[in-house]
């Protein structure tokens, strides 16, 4: 689920030495949907890649060129940031492409740990971190207002070992009375706040996902 935007820090020659060979790509942080990459997947070529969210939801990469360090003539960092930067504002990536933030945004939940153990608080930290990387900046800054009001104030402090199948539906399910006396089951504002209605699967799957790794079962319940 996660997105691997945390390799060392490209702006070192030598940590781009300790990357190994792999299908996918490397990623650094520019500004949040904004990332440059680094590519060695045959051990022989390495390139420089530019990133960008687009706003319906995908990403848009393009190749920048050779690594300096493995290819003479080719790009060193400054040159390839540089690059990708040239291409973020280019119309055509304007068009389609989220709007970018600084890393120094304000990211974080209002979570204080009081509990031992992996809690309800620490998984949505990790939720909040992989959607920080993967979403645009309005979406991402609505859902983290929801789940500090509405998901780590009330179950933050419950721990994920203990978070079983009834209290997950008392927190994200409610029963409204209807005019023929039956009862609907409708979305609470607890999932309400994690993005779980019918025009947000996306993100109750990766709520889903998140919750159910930090259980580490299979989540049968869920």
Known sequence: MHCNLHAPAF???ANLLTLPVRSSDYWNILEYCRHLGF???NGRDRFWLARVRLRAGKYRQTRLGRVKLYHPGG????EAVDRARAWFVTPEVQQIA???????????LRYVKKTDGFTVGDAMRDYAEWKRVAAAKTHFETNRSLI????VS??????????????FTEFFVTAKPCRNGSLRL?????????GIGPR???DAAGLRQTLCEARKDRCSWL
């Open 11 to 13: 702006s070192e020659e």
């Open 39 to 41: 590519s060695n997947r």
């Open 75 to 78: 790009l060193d960092y400054d």
């Open 98 to 108: 989220s709007e970018p933030y600084d890393v120094g945004t304000n990211v974080t």
């Open 148 to 151: 500090n009001h509405h998901i």
């Open 154 to 167: 009330r179950i933050g402090d419950v721990r994920m070992a203990d978070f079983h199948g009834r209290l």
């Open 186 to 194: 409708c979305p609470s504002l607890g999932a309400r706040a994690a």
């Open 200 to 202: 947000c699967s996306v």
